[in-house]
């Protein structure tokens, strides 16, 4: 501060001692020369540091009002992130508890399958265990029972039902399916299918039968029809259809493996009406 206020006294003084005539030694003027080029150097050099310092400051400023910009717009961004971090907390309390509403939904029908099938399983065993009884005296020419995929299968051997290359059922086959037919009559809510298998031999000689799907077919529509129209057992219930030797118990062309192949097998099966119209 001091040097920017002599800068001028000294010319003032410099001034005044050429006004007022007042002789100044070579020696000392020379001075005052040196110490009047020093001090301009200072100023200047002061001025110059001056300017770059403001250029300095004006920069700064630049950069501040740019941060000050850019942080508004990440303010912005900020804020327009929360608002949409809110409205997908929003969604999903609303999704989630619309997704626990149907799993819960879900988890009731599958309990209600899972009874229905309960039951199922049980009425199975039931029908099992009665035709077991109701046809035991049967089981030593040929008779079987057993449960495969949820359905009670009576099989029957050829050999209990017909004579050899016959489509006429015999006496013995016809009190075995008559003990069935009791059974059945109890039982209006399962379905019958009545499938006829033949091994795997060529059929020969036996007149308008042309092959094993022949065969097959025309024992089962004798034992369908002896239980419609013999039996009383209602047509609705019951189908008959024909497997020919494609669908054997056991493969072999030996006299006991052919023997087994030919059969008659009685599906019984529990209607599931109520279950399709769950899953619907």
């Given at each position: ?192 299918s009545v499938e006829g298998h033949t091994d795997n031999q060529r059929v020969v000689n036996l007149g308008q039968i042309k092959d094993n799907w022949d065969l097959s077919v025309l024992r089962a ?60």
């Amino acid at each position: 501060m001091m040097r920017k206020i002599s800068v001028p006294i000294v010319f003032v003084l410099f001034i005044t001692a050429l006004a007022s005539c007042v002789v100044i030694s070579p020696k000392k003027y020379n001075a005052l020369l040196a110490q009047k080029d020093s001090l301009s150097l200072g100023w200047e050099a002061a001025r110059t540091k001056i300017g770059s310092l403001e250029d300095e400051i004006a920069s700064l400023k630049s950069d501040t009002a740019s941060l000050n910009s850019r942080i508004a717009g990440l303010e912005g961004k900020v804020q327009g992130l929360d608002d949409n971090l809110n409205s997908l907390r929003s969604n999903s309390s609303s999704e989630i508890s619309k997704l626990s509403a149907d799993l819960q939904k879900r988890e009731a029908r599958l309990k209600e399958v899972e009874e229905i099938l309960r039951k199922r399983d049980e009425a199975t065993n039931a029908l099992k265990n009665k035709l077991q009884k109701a046809l035991l005296g049967f089981q030593q020419s040929g008779l079987s029972v057993d449960i495969r995929n949820g359905k009670v299968y009576v099989s029957l051997t050829d050999k209990l039902l017909f004579s050899s290359g016959s489509i006429v059922i015999d006496d013995k086959g016809k009190l075995a399916l008559q003990e069935l037919a009791k059974v059945l009559k109890t039982q209006p809510e399962i379905n019958i299918s009545v499938e006829g298998h033949t091994d795997n031999q060529r059929v020969v000689n036996l007149g308008q039968i042309k092959d094993n799907w022949d065969l097959s077919v025309l024992r089962a529509t004798s034992v369908v029809r002896f239980l419609t129209e013999g039996e009383k057992i209602e047509n609705s219930r019951i189908t008959a259809t024909g497997k020919g030797e494609y669908q054997p118990l056991e493969p072999g062309s030996t006299p006991e493996v052919r023997s087994r192949n030919r059969r008659i097998e009685i599906v019984l099966s529990p209607k599931l009406d109520e279950l399709y119209n769950l899953i619907k």
